[in-house]
């Protein structure tokens, strides 16, 4: 039997949350093991398989699972049952039971929320640099409604994630200075700041970084291509 691990969100209401990592798949080489990505390169019916094995450990249908074409924008997708990657955007929801939706990264913020109350809804993010100055945490929040909880995965940290001052700058101007230290972004400061400006006042932090975990994530920033894509699975139960 394959270890999986998986890092799940004990959110409150009827939701099965969890970030992947790169360890519990049947991917071989640069793609070992639990690559999600279909178009890395790696071998489509591996990448499937591994699919299969996220979501059948949140209790879903891996034929039901729904992602977006990621284009590092704004657009947000209401999903719908199996479609995967036919429209652009950034961030997904929905609300039907048992439908999962997924959002992939490689050191951007693999973001999910949730809705408290009567009505459940769920949503899921990919939010890189530029999506996050782009306002998909903003968009996400705002399609999804009132009384949020959010949780902020795995991504490149402020301990390794260097910028220039093309990024810096827009940066330090929107979420203050001292969101750049010596060369490099906290983009989990920036995410859960981005959030709490959308409303969102309990966000939960993950804080591992892709790119100093070698052994446990995928990271573009520290391997480049061939790699895989770890990311967030989330269900409405």
């Known amino acids: 039997m394959l270890d999986v691990d998986l890092i799940r969100w004990d959110v409150p209401g009827p939701y099965r949350v969890a970030f992947s990592t790169r360890r519990g798949g049947v991917s071989e080489g640069p793609y070992a093991s639990l690559n999600l990505g279909r178009r890395t390169g790696d071998d489509v019916g591996r990448v499937d398989e591994n699919r299969r094995i996220l979501c059948s450990d949140v209790g879903a249908d891996a034929d039901d699972l729904a992602l ?11 999903a719908e049952p199996g479609v ?6 950034d961030a997904l929801w929905t609300d039907v039971p048992q439908l999962p939706i997924a ?4 050191d951007c913020v693999p973001v999910a929320l949730s809705r408290r109350g009567a009505k459940p809804g769920i949503a899921v993010a990919h939010a890189g640099w530029i999506g996050i100055l782009a306002g998909v945490l903003e968009a996400a929040t705002e399609t999804l409604g009132d009384d949020l909880d959010a949780a902020i995965g795995p991504s490149a940290g402020p301990c390794c994630y260097e910028v220039g001052e093309d990024v810096a700058r827009p940066y330090c101007e929107r979420f203050g200075d001292d969101i750049v230290a010596a060369g490099k972004l906290d983009l989990w400061r920036a995410a859960e700041l981005a959030l709490n400006d959308a409303g ?5 932090r993950v804080d ?17 291509k061939p790699r895989g894509v770890q990311g967030v699975v989330a269900v409405v139960a």
């Open 68 to 78: 977006n074409f990621q284009v590092h924008s704004a657009i947000v997708n209401r």
């Open 208 to 224: 591992l970084c892709t790119i100093c975990n070698p052994d446990r994530f995928f990271s573009h920033r520290r391997d480049g």
């Open 103 to 106: 959002a992939l990264a490689a």
């Open 84 to 89: 995967r990657g036919e429209s652009q955007g």
């Open 200 to 204: 969102v006042e309990r966000v939960h």
